[in-house]
């Protein structure tokens, strides 16, 4: 039933505005295309974002900050059965969506998909967000310069997911 649903989902939808709009004499394609040159100036206007947070993500990984902060901690994440191999995952976690994906790409290979280090950093990638991609691109498509309480609150949420993702793991998993 819910494959027969989501396969008409979309096409029902479609269907339903341009019947509406039809009924109310909206001019469809020229608002659609309104529209698209709306959201081509989003594009451009959120390029230079998109662009330092590229750039610091980059800086990060290649100083090698990123395997530093992993060895510095791993005598604490032993205690708590976290593998040192999952730290840059959960950093760049709230920097970027792709890094965050290419690091687990590299930690599926590595280590296989029934790992515990793989389904962990899996769980970590699904009860967490890309928190600075989210403020710089969205925040920055709309002008706002003060997002203080919005990135706290959003670090928050990610240390709670990835606390969260922890603690689940270690239930189901090991």
Do not use: Q, W
């Not at 004499?25 to 020229?30: D, M, N």
């Not at 993500?57 to 994440?77: E, H, N, W, Y």
């Not at 962990?120 to 969205?138: H, N, Q």
Request: glycine residues 8%; contains cysteine.
């Amino acid at each position: 039933m819910i494959n027969l649903i989501s396969l008409y989902a979309l096409p029902f939808i479609i269907l339903v505005i341009l019947t509406v709009g039809i009924i109310k004499k909206v001019p469809i394609y020229e608002e659609f295309t309104d529209g698209a040159k709306d959201g081509f100036k989003v594009a451009v206007d959120i390029i230079p974002y998109l662009v330092a947070i590229i750039v610091c993500i980059s800086m990060f990984r290649a100083s090698g900050a990123m395997d530093l902060i992993a060895k510095m901690f791993s005598p604490v994440l032993n205690i708590f059965n976290i593998p040192v191999d999952s730290v840059p995952l959960m950093i760049t976690r709230s920097l970027s969506g792709s890094a965050t994906l290419g690091l687990f790409s590299d930690i599926a290979h590595k280590f296989g998909p029934d790992a515990y280090v793989t389904k962990l950093c899996a769980v970590i990638v699904g009860s967490s967000e890309t928190t600075f991609y989210v403020l710089s691109v969205y925040f920055g498509s709309i002008g706002i310069k003060k997002f203080r309480y919005a990135l706290l609150v959003g670090l928050l949420a990610d240390a709670v997911g990835i606390i969260g993702a922890i603690l689940v793991c270690s239930y189901f998993f090991i």
